[in-house]
T-cell receptor, first 111, second 119 residues
Framework: SQQGEEDPQALSIQEGENATMNCSYK?????LQWYRQNSGRGLVHLIL?????REKHSGRLRVTLDTSKKSSSLLITASRAADTASYFC???????????FGSGTRLQVQP | SAVISQKPSRDICQRGTSLTIQCQVD?????MFWYRQQPGQSLTLIAT?????????ESGFVIDKFPISRPNLTFSTLTVSNMSPEDSSIYLC????????????????FGEGSRLTVL
């Protein structure tokens, strides 16, 4: 069953603006990850944050995790047209090596 | 990292036929995962394929409909049997990253997917 719900479902911004996507999940996790998917192709791993971490950065990406609220956010700063894609959060839980994916956010960055 | 090749990349199939999707990895991996992504939707795990044992299917997916083979540590196939238009999806093969992340951290590498359209 799908673990995470993401909002917004779709987001349209101008190049240079920041994009924030949120993910909520239901059960205890080992880690939470974010993936990007361009036009229905394969997914690319962006960043992983462990359950004992609260914030993580990678380039223009900033991820936060609040395990008390069972939620995470992905911030993309200074967005570019090339960031246009669907973004999915995915959770890893104890005893389950396969990831459970959220519903996804479709990001459109207008040049 | 792992490089995953999937074949076919896309196909148009007739109702009632079956199609086998191949997944080749450039390194030996313990577990391979097959996901389905229906149009405009998120990914749903079909099954986990281990070498030398039966695949483990998720609720709602059965072996008769989605038989899986895993003959060695670098290759797997997923067959979509007796297809109907509802099977039109992208089917994705993935493997867990080895090395720094270590088994069980859950970071996945994905193939480019096989987009099936069933008429």
């Amino acid at each position: 069953s799908q673990q995470g719900e993401e909002d917004p479902q779709a987001l349209s911004i101008q190049e240079g603006e920041n994009a924030t996507m949120n993910c909520s999940y239901k059960t205890s996790i080992n880690n939470l990850q974010w993936y990007r998917q361009n036009s229905g192709r394969g997914l690319v791993h962006l960043i992983l944050i462990r359950s004992n971490e609260r914030e993580k950065h990678s380039g223009r990406l900033r991820v936060t995790l609040d395990t008390s609220k069972k939620s995470s956010s992905l911030l993309i700063t200074a967005s570019r047209a090339a960031d246009t894609a669907s973004y999915f959060c995915a959770t890893s839980s104890t005893g389950r090596r396969a990831l459970t994916f959220g519903s996804g956010t479709r990001l459109q960055v207008q040049p | 990292s792992a490089v995953i090749s999937q074949k076919p990349s896309r196909d148009i199939c007739q109702r009632g036929t079956s199609l086998t999707i191949q997944c080749q990895v450039d390194s030996q991996v313990t577990m391979m995962f097959w996901y389905r992504q229906q149009p405009g939707q998120s990914l749903t795990l079909i099954a986990t394929a281990n070498q030398g044992s039966e695949a483990t299917y998720e609720s709602g997916f059965v072996i008769d409909k989605f038989p899986i083979s895993r003959p060695n540590l670098t290759f797997s196939t997923l067959t979509v049997s007796n297809m109907s238009p509802e099977d039109s999806s992208i089917y994705l093969c993935s493997v867990e990253a080895q090395g720094a992340g270590g088994p069980g951290t859950g970071e996945l590498f994905f193939g480019e997917g096989s987009r099936l359209t069933v008429l």
